[in-house]
């Protein structure tokens, strides 16, 4: 079984930077890819971005293409969301997941990923 833990979130002003992690063990990611989604009150979980771990190519929701930045540290089994000019709207729980045998153009659903961290929150006043 794989167990993802998140870390890093916490509050920051408009317009600031923030980086989340989320730390894997249990099992190796060969073959995997890792994601990031994010759920704010009341509305559906959303898909931000996600990374394979091999190749390490990566995809990303349009709403935060140019503004966050996924990587993967193989050697920490490490996963990491870096979030810069962050918006209020931003304000959400955000959650790592990870699955495997997931083609491209699935990347971003979340029924592709089988394992999901409990989520950290990043809130972003104005």
């Known amino acids: 079984q794989l167990q993802l833990v998140e870390s890093g979130g916490g509050l920051v002003q408009t317009g600031g930077s923030l980086r989340i992690s989320c730390a894997a063990s249990g099992r190796s990611l060969t073959n995997g890819a890792m994601g990031w989604f994010r759920q704010a009150p009341g509305k559906d979980r959303e898909f931000i971005a996600s990374?394979?771990?091999?190749?390490?190519?990566?995809l990303y929701a349009d709403s935060v293409k140019g503004r966050f930045t996924i990587s993967r540290d193989r050697a920490k089994n490490t996963a990491y969301l870096q979030m810069t000019s962050l918006q209020p709207e931003d304000t959400a729980v955000y959650s790592c997941?990870?699955?495997?045998?997931?083609?491209?153009?699935?990347?971003?659903?979340?029924?592709?990923?089988?394992?999901w961290g409990q989520g950290t929150q990043v809130a972003v006043s104005s």
């Open positions: 997941t990870a699955g495997f045998g997931i083609i491209r153009s699935s990347m971003s659903s979340s029924n592709q990923y089988a394992y």
């Open positions: 990374i394979r771990w091999n190749g390490g190519d990566t």
